[in-house]
């Protein structure tokens, strides 16, 4: 079974680091490009950033700067480094077998929550 799972969300303030983990079971990671998303509820969930399987990679102009993704492909996980965080940064955070468009996911896993709050 092909799956994405997600961890390394928290409750920080602002100002924080956190480095989110997008493991993958049953599969190897390194032919496809991997996205990360956020969702708040109530609001369409964005794309945050990308990493391509060149190891390219891209960012929501929200979070440039700030973000960093990474790949380990002999650990089949793709990593969201998150630094001075912000207030507008707390949302569930999903990672997904596709970059920017969240309608080419036909389903998501739990996400992880990341809690920006003093």
């Known amino acids: 079974q092909l799956q994405l799972v997600e961890s390394g969300g928290g409750l920080v303030q602002p100002g924080g680091s956190l480095r989110l983990s997008c493991a993958a079971s049953g599969f190897a990671l390194d032919r496809y490009a991997i996205g990360w998303f956020r969702q708040v509820p109530g609001k369409e969930r964005e794309g945050v950033s990308c990493?391509?399987?060149?190891?390219?990679?891209n960012y929501a102009a929200a979070v440039k700067g700030r973000f960093t993704i990474s790949r380990d492909n002999a650990k089949r996980t793709v990593y969201l480094q998150m630094n001075n965080l912000k207030v507008e940064d707390t949302a569930n955070y999903y990672c997904?077998?596709?970059?920017?468009?969240?309608?080419?996911?036909?389903?998501w896993g739990q996400g992880t929550q990341v809690t920006i709050s003093s």
């Open positions: 997904a077998l596709t970059c920017w468009n969240a309608f080419d996911v036909p389903s």
């Open positions: 990493i391509r399987a060149s190891g390219s990679t």
